[in-house]
């Protein structure tokens, strides 16, 4: 017979040219895909490395060589590559729907768990097409006996199916994402995980697991929404007699210190009656409310004590004559050569304050308006350059000090912070005065240190501007 006039023939000569050709056609394609780090590129190469050589085989197989495409080892080859069919259509589903989604989209906000259900239809009707057209199985009865079946068991679980439907579709709405925070009637914190049956919620007592119907039928707040800053109110207590004016203005002051504190924003502080106040702190995120209210409590309990407010009705007696008598005697009359005249003199004006941990001393760029003297603890002087960023200058330990331009009414190039809990004795500017400027070798010492202080900060600004130049 002449091959001419047989369909095999043809056959044969279409896949000898055609699949080379189309061999290299997928290649370049893929090697593009790959240089543009393009979401396609897998589903390319298992095109050409699979699909491709896969259906090559079947048409010999079955045109070319004229083989039965009833055979077992036809229906096999069949099989598998039905089945790869199913798996490109799958992850090319995925990589082109949801992988490339904006982030605002409503592909981007399709829960994960209805993926999976479209996925599992997707699988089901493949499988079907796979056994009826394959291997000749009358799937008509299967779907007609799990139709009758999954009737019986929706009747007999209507309950617990009503629930899960109404959390799938409170999913589908989506009221939060991962990494929200949920305010609910029982749990208060983050979402860590989101699956079929319920919601993981990182709370500060530990992993709370919340079905999705009770978060579907109960009302709950999300705190990461809008986003932006989150509130964190704090309510204090302090002497009646205290004036709410000072009281405000010291609790707005520390607050605006605080190390988590929204940038570009200012707190506030009312006073509620009955010598309650309500301080009112901006921070980033939710997780900040632990600790933005922890160190404001343990700041304020330092700072209420400086201003000789009553914290929670409590009075404080630390500065003693005899702390202070003691601290001019070992601390100040050696930095400044004191007298015991002199000493006795500054005695009546000079007061013992403590500062807690990374709490701020001094403020760069304020001028002082008294000395502040170091007994115990150590404070880290710092600057702050162009970018915002804070760069240590020196640290200063006991029987150092600080405000020293308190006298030349100069502005602190430096800002001072606790590095642990800090007792200092402080006298104001116009007594120590009196007693400086009869000293005029004193004075010459402390204009040397306020230059070489200040002289140190712009040394360590100008190098961190020439480092960040050449970076």
Known sequence: MNPLHSSWFYWAIAVAIGFPVALILLTELHHTLVRRHSRLAR????????????????????????????????????????????????????????EGAPEESWRKRVPAIFLDVGRFALIGVGLAVILSYIWGVRVGGVFTALGI??????????????????????????????????????????????NWRAVHIQTAGGMRIMPNSMLATTAFTNLSRPAGPH????????????????????????????????AGTVPTSVALGGGEYRTTIRVGSPSDAGATEATFLRWIWYAARREELHLDGASDDFSTPERVRKALRTV???????????????????????????????????????????IAGSVRLTVTNEDGVVVPVTTLDQGSFIGITALTRQRNVAAAHALEEVTALEIDREHIEKI????????????????????????????????????
């Open 149 to 194: 079946t999954s009737v019986v068991i929706g009747l007999m679980l209507q309950n617990s199916v009503g629930q899960i439907v109404s959390g799938l579709f409170m999913l589908f709405e989506q009221p939060f994402r991962i990494n929200d925070w949920l305010d609910t009637t029982t749990a208060r914190g983050r979402v860590v995980e989101v």
């Open 332 to 374: 100040v009359a050696t930095e400044l050569r004191l007298s015991l005249a002199d000493q006795q003199f500054l005695a009546p004006y000079a007061r013992i304050v403590r500062y807690g941990a990374d709490e701020k001393v001094e403020n760069a760029g304020a001028v002082p308006t008294a000395m502040t003297f170091l």
């Open 231 to 262: 509130k964190v109110s704090i309510t204090t207590t302090f002497a009646t007699a205290d004036p709410p004016d000072k009281v405000c203005a010291m609790l707005s002051l520390v607050a605006s210190a605080l190390p988590l504190i929204e």
């Open 43 to 98: 589903q390319v190469g298992m095109v050409r490395n699979w699909l491709l050589p896969l259906g090559a085989l079947l048409l010999l197989l079955v045109k070319a060589s004229q083989i039965s495409a009833g055979d077992v080892p036809v229906r096999l080859l069949t099989t598998v590559f039905g089945f790869l069919i199913l798996v490109l259509l799958l992850s090319g589903l995925n990589a082109t729907v949801f």
């Open 436 to 471: 400086v400027m009869d000293k005029p070798l004193l004075l010459q010492d402390l204009g040397r240190l306020i230059e070489e202080r200040q002289r140190k900060a712009k040394r360590i600004t100008r190098r961190e501007r020439v480092a960040e130049a050449s970076a």
